[in-house]
């Protein structure tokens, strides 16, 4: 398995706090991502990062932050949560990124309860 | 923007027969395209994927898809299913450019049934 650990993996907080989520890896790879899993939508990208301290915009990264101060760790921040947020947050990694049809490695998923 | 459209948002079929889940593609380049398998409570692991190498993938457990350039589908098959399989299953695709982003779709929900 690959070396990704979420944390934490259950938060619950309340409307208009910070919240950060972070995802370490072991493997050393270039490319990390943060989606959020919703019914009815799949995964959806929020932002990702292709190399330290170099990160771009997915999709639906409105109310998203990201950081990415060395290899290892990528960190999402909702600077102040709301209810459309609660969702089930993934961290991925990629040696190669995926438009060089590189695999895609997932963490265990980060469940967020924004009350 | 490249996209996938997944058709049955859920499929229940009996153990023993054939799995089909159905992956549409919206691109005008040549795709890269993915199938990834999630397990309850779990993230994706890949199952398999298309690099223009083959139009006939194989990948793990059993599965395998076929890349269908003027249907623009990569469909995903199994001969025969087993109760392992109950899972939620995506089809995505990867951008062009910079950026190396995965576009997913929005998921079919198999059931296996004795």
């Known amino acids: 398995d690959a070396g990704i650990t979420q944390s934490p993996r259950h938060k619950v907080t309340e409307t208009g706090t910070p919240v950060t989520l972070r995802c370490h890896q072991t493997e050393n790879h270039r490319y990390m991502y943060w989606y959020r899993q919703d019914p009815g939508h799949g995964l959806r990208l929020i932002h990702y990062?292709?190399?330290?301290?170099?990160?771009d915009k997915g999709e639906v990264s409105d109310g998203y932050s990201v950081s990415r101060s060395k290899t290892e760790d990528f960190l999402l921040t909702l600077e102040s949560a709301t209810s459309s947020q609660t969702s089930v947050y993934f961290c991925?990694?990629?040696?190669?990124?995926?438009?060089?049809?590189?695999?895609?490695?997932f963490g265990e998923g980060s469940r967020l309860t924004v009350l | 923007a490249q996209s996938v459209t997944q058709l049955g948002s859920h499929v229940s079929v009996s153990e023993g027969a054939l799995v089909l889940l159905r992956c549409n593609y919206s691109s005008s380049v040549p795709p890269y395209l993915f199938w990834y398998v999630q397990y309850p409570n779990q993230g994706l692991q890949l199952l398999l994927k298309y690099t223009s190498a083959a139009t006939l993938v194989k990948g793990i457990n059993g599965f395998e898809a076929e890349f269908k350039k003027s249907e623009t589908s990569f469909h995903l098959t199994k001969p025969s299913a087993h109760m392992s399989d109950a899972a939620e299953y995506f089809c995505a695709v990867s951008g062009t450019g910079g950026g190396n982003k995965l576009t997913f779709g929005t998921g079919t929900q198999l059931k296996v049934e004795l």
């Open positions: 991925a990694i990629s040696e190669s990124g995926t438009g060089g049809a590189g695999e895609l490695f």
């Open positions: 990062s292709y190399g330290v301290k170099d990160t």
